[in-house]
């Protein structure tokens, strides 16, 4: 049986392949075992395999005598600040952006935080005991002890209110929107936030039917989104992922706003209005040099991370700060949330252009000049291998010492996906698609050599 293991976002793999349901069985076990709570928070996105995968999940959490309250579709975000709520663990059966074949488990323990890597490390030395039948486990609850599990369909409805409040009161009178759900878990609440609000809304990638999650939509293929805004002739486009933890906008025009752009967007904003918590803004290593010269620019620290919304809202709780991010769209507000939610983001950009009153490609002018990056995703048969490559970590510091201040590299194992990304910026033209495609080839080259030798 295939072992579960966490990455920078909770277990993902193919649902029945990797992910199969006794799997998440023993790992809902784990997790009651290692979170002890009388009851569980448990949502879900679209795909055809959550229904599947969310009563395995459930069955392990009540065989441990945990209540399950199964909210059924839902945003990852939402079930975070239910959570918190609540003060109960939450856990979200999703692959996030990932294509429909894939699923995953996603953990928030007890205030709708993520678990640390020991946590999660704990709770899978746990599910390989469960596993193990040669390990005798705890004697399993009986008769009244045994976990019931409740269906509380409106259990959205406390999140919907939360981000609506979150603009203290402002309207949204007059702004146009487009927002693309992804086919995914916001499909059947994002509307109604905007709308709420006075927004006049068309909504698109909300017809779900548990095979076209991300498919040619949402926050992985803005194209659609650029067309029904221009089509339409919205002030903005919004467009979240499959679990609507993210999100990726365009202009008026049609034109793509990402991550980086967005965040330097709300820091600025946030800094002119006092509101910037130690003048500092949270990112990671993969946000782009041109972000950390626009901060420069402006006077505006940046506190620098590993990959992972986790690790992002680690750095903002250690100094009480107030925004941090990802390129990938993964917006903090930490007044507001205690994870990434691209519902709540993009409401905030909507007000932001409403309070302004200037199209988000006014707003952009000038805010930031991104140094070329490119990224490749190198396939490998163990990103493990990766540490101990010696060739390629020789041939990274010589890249990065004929860079010198304008560009760097950045090589990482995906906590996702079988795939070392290599990232490389700098500024002379076609120089960081070259040494990008070099080094890629040379990740590849060396990790299948190590794979054969270990073999």
Known sequence: MARARFGTDGVRGVANADLTPELVLALGRAIARHLPSPSFV??????????MLQAALSAG?????????????????????????????GVVVSASHNPFPDNGVKVFARGGLKLSMEHEAAIEG?????????????????GHAVGRVTVEPGAGEGYTAHVAASVDGRRLDGVRLVVDCAHG??????????????????????????????????SNDT???????????????????????????????????GGDELLALFAIDLAERGQLAGNTVVITLMTNLGFRFAMEE????????????????????ADGLALGGEQSGHIIFRRLATTGDG????????????????????????????????????P???????????????AVAEEEALLGDSGRVVLRPSGTEPLVRVMVEATGPGVAEEVAQRLGALVGYELQVAAATAG
């Open 61 to 89: 959490l009540a065989a441990e005598g945990a209540d399950v309250v199964d909210v059924g579709v839902l945003p990852t975000p939402a079930v975070a600040w239910l959570a918190a709520d609540r003060d109960l663990p």
């Open 380 to 394: 490998v048969p163990d990103t493990e291998l990766l540490a101990g490559a010696e060739a390629v970590w020789s």
């Open 298 to 317: 402006r006077g505006i620290h940046v506190k620098e991370t590993a990959v992972g919304d986790r690790h992002v809202l680690a750095a903002l709780d």
């Open 126 to 142: 746990e599910l390989t005991r469960i596993l193990d039948p040669e390990v005798r486990g705890p004697r399993s609850p009986e």
């Open 223 to 257: 194209a659609a989104l650029a067309a029904a805004v221009v089509e339409h002739g919205a002030d903005l486009g919004l467009a979240v992922d499959g679990d609507a933890d993210r999100l990726t906008a365009v202009d008026a025009s049609g034109a793509l706003v």
């Open 343 to 378: 519902l709540l983001t993009g409401l905030v950009l909507a007000d932001l252009v409403a309070r302004h009153g200037r199209p988000l490609a006014g707003l952009l002018e000038g805010l930031m000049v991104r140094v070329p990056q490119v990224l490749v995703n190198v």
């Open 42 to 51: 448990v949502g879900r996105d679209t795909r055809r395999s959550g229904p």
């Open 185 to 218: 878990a916001a499909s059947g609440v994002a509307a109604d936030i905007y709308r709420h609000l006075g927004a006049g809304v068309v909504v698109i990638g909300d017809e779900p039917d548990g095979t076209n999650i991300n498919a040619g939509c949402g």
